[in-house]
């Protein structure tokens, strides 16, 4: 019956993964049930979807069970416990609805990973967002379907670096940087500064804070502020001004490496991109661009998603070559079987934050060409240090 869900693989990994997308969406469901009436029609039919996958007898078999499931963490389901395998923490320690129903942080970092179309309610197009129920690739085509059709490399890349770059501002600031770039950017991409990343200091003056690694609006908990990608990991509290309408500081509350306190900025005629947009072009492609500017730096020559994105970087240092396809998942369960599905046109690199998980990739695909950023880097320096000895 749902060969049309299933797809081609029906394997206990696949399975797990539409278990996980079903819980993705099934939680962002609940979290808007008050706003849209067929919400809970989408809990009942991702609830099909979890005891399809789990077969008879098995794992919850109602839409509030399931919902008591995603107050918990993941790896308390059956797929994930009766499977052995928790080596894969990232996901199972995964919890996705908070105490007041809200969606926590898993969710944002899960769902890039995890987002599959599956069959749900009609109604529910309207509403989900497409980060709930798409693939990244899917959501990265759209985003540049535009730019795609005219065949132009130097458009397709200046105008995916203008939204990484300018993730979030105000609508005449956009404009006026579109204008004076030249950059083709879909306007529909922007959308409004979402309620939860507004600090509302009166009750008609509310302000915003740009992430420091990618820019977009910071999330907003009651006083404490931080990139909904966890990873972006400063944490900071917010100082109300002087006076009710003066402008917030915000003091860092986490211990990790320095980094500058972004400044508030008035919410008035703020924008930022779409949460899909931002999460599967900003997020990825913040860290792509650092790294590329970190090797322009080194002396390389670094050209960003070379023919319309067949992979992420081409690096020229010295009489050498190098093609690089950066990897940032939280599940390395999830790389793994993305980079088996879908083998990668260039060597598999891996960023600082990603290292650790080498050895686990290595050991799943000997065969894999996979370096992390740090051997990278000192592979270029000696690159350019044989280009400049000959
Ligand atoms: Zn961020």
């Not at 029906?10 to 099934?26: F, I, K, S």
């Not at 992390?372 to 000192?378: A, G, L, N, V």
Request: proline share 7%; hydrophobic share 40%; with cysteine.
């Amino acid at each position: 019956m749902n060969e049309w869900i299933t797809g081609p693989r029906d394997d206990a990994g696949e399975r797990r993964r539409r278990v996980v997308a079903a819980a993705l969406r099934a939680a962002y469901a609940w979290s808007v049930r008050g706003r849209f009436p067929t919400a809970m029609r989408e809990v009942a039919m991702m609830t099909g979807v979890v005891m399809e996958a789990h077969g008879p007898g098995r794992g919850p078999v109602s839409p509030s069970a399931l919902i008591d499931c995603l107050r918990d963490p993941l790896g308390e389901l059956p797929t994930f416990a009766e499977s052995g395998e928790t080596e894969d923490s990232a996901v199972a320690d995964a919890v996705l609805l908070d105490s007041h129903d809200r969606l926590t942080p898993d969710v944002h970092d899960l769902v890039c990973e995890y987002a599959l179309p599956l069959a749900g309610t009609i109604e529910a197009e309207a509403w989900l967002p497409t980060w709930t129920r798409m693939h990244a690739d899917h959501i990265r085509r759209q985003a540049f379907a535009s730019l795609i059709e005219t065949r132009s490399q130097d458009d397709y890349v200046a105008s995916r670096k203008f939204l990484i770059d300018h993730p979030a501002g105000s609508r005449e600031e956009l404009a006026e940087l579109v204008s004076t770039t030249g950059v083709r950017v879909v306007f529909r991409g922007y959308t409004e500064i979402p309620a939860d990343q507004q600090y509302h200091a009166t009750s008609d003056t509310a302000w915003w804070w740009p992430c420091p690694v990618c820019a977009w609006p910071l999330e907003v908990t009651g006083r404490t502020v931080r990139c909904r990608y966890r990873p972006h990991a400063s944490v900071f509290r917010i100082v109300p001004g002087r006076s009710p309408r003066s402008r917030p500081g915000l003091t860092a509350l986490d211990e990790g490496p320095r980094v500058a306190r972004p400044e508030a900025r008035p919410v008035n005629d703020a924008v930022c991109l779409d949460a899909g947009v931002w999460r599967f072009v900003v997020v990825p492609g913040a860290g792509e661009l650092r790294l590329c500017r970190a090797l322009e730096k080194q002396g390389a020559q670094v050209r960003m998603w070379p023919d319309l994105d067949s992979y992420d970087l081409h690096v020229l240092a010295g009489p050498d070559e190098f093609r690089i396809d950066m990897k940032e998942y939280r599940s390395v369960h999830r790389l793994i079987d993305d980079l088996r599905t879908k083998p990668p046109r260039a060597r598999v690199l891996l960023p600082q934050t990603h290292e650790h998980q080498w050895d686990v990739v290595k050991a799943a695909l000997p065969s894999l060409a996979i370096t992390t950023e740090t051997r990278f880097r000192t592979e270029v320096r000696r690159a350019l240090k044989k280009g400049r000895a000959t």
